[in-house]
């Protein structure tokens, strides 16, 4: 298991939905794009929104991304963890 496998992954999740959290997390990570991100912006990019709804509460649980409103943006952990994996 990749560290970005134990960082996301939690109590209850499903395997199955790991790529579609690692493609939101990835998103957040742009190096040119790090911003807040609205939900609907992430759904449109990642596509499948229930995919992308049960990703956000992955993270979000994980404490990899914060929620403000309608708006995701990645956690200084992420961010750390993306800067050490280079």
């Known amino acids: 298991m990749t560290e970005i496998d134990q ?49 956000i509460a992955a993270l979000h649980a994980a404490g990899l991304l914060h929620r403000c409103g309608k708006f995701v943006f990645a956690s200084h952990a992420a961010m750390s963890m993306d800067r050490l994996s280079l």
């Open 7 to 55: 960082l996301v992954a939690f109590k209850g999740s499903s395997f199955l939905s790991l790529p579609r959290r690692e493609a939101v997390l990835g998103l957040l990570l742009r190096p040119n794009d790090q911003r807040p991100w609205s939900v609907e912006e992430v759904e449109r990019e990642v596509g499948e929104t229930l995919a992308v709804t049960d990703a």
